[in-house]
Nanobody, 125 residues
Framework: QLQLVESGGGLVQPGGSLRLSCAAS????????IGWVRQAPEKERGGVSC????????KYADSVKGRFTISRDNAKNTVYLQMNSLKPEDTAIYYC??????????????????WGQGTQVTVSS
């Protein structure tokens, strides 16, 4: 069964860090780009980051560049999102998603075909 399971969310103070994990099953992970999108109250769903199938290239939304880092371990069928210097505006539900490829346009246009259940990230003092 195709499945993406997110974990690692929680409550953190501004300036803190969290590491999200996405465990994939039911498909060959190394054939797909994987990324993260987020949904905050009163905002449209927006792409955060993606990583190519080989891990050779990455893309980030302007709002998270320099603070977030995406990585993958295909042998473990897992993708990670390291989030540093968190801000209150990062508060959202974070979803792991599957892309055919990773590009700035795919991130912008939300061109994914599958997503997980999400994990809540709350940044507050």
């Amino acid at each position: 069964q195709l499945q993406l399971v997110e974990s690692g969310g929680g409550l953190v103070q501004p300036g803190g860090s969290l590491r999200l994990s996405c465990a994939a099953s039911g498909f060959t992970l190394d054939y797909y780009a994987i990324g993260w999108v987020r949904q905050a109250p009163e905002k449209e769903r927006g792409g955060v980051s993606c990583i190519s199938s080989s891990g050779g290239s990455t893309k980030y939304a302007d709002s998270v560049k320099g603070r977030f880092t995406i990585s993958r371990d295909n042998a473990k069928n897992t993708v990670y999102l390291q989030m540093n210097s968190l801000k209150p505006e990062d508060t959202a539900i974070y979803y792991c998603v599957r892309y055919a490829f990773c590009s700035g346009y795919a991130l912008f246009a939300n061109e994914y075909d599958y997503w997980g259940q999400g994990t809540q990230v709350t940044v507050s003092s």
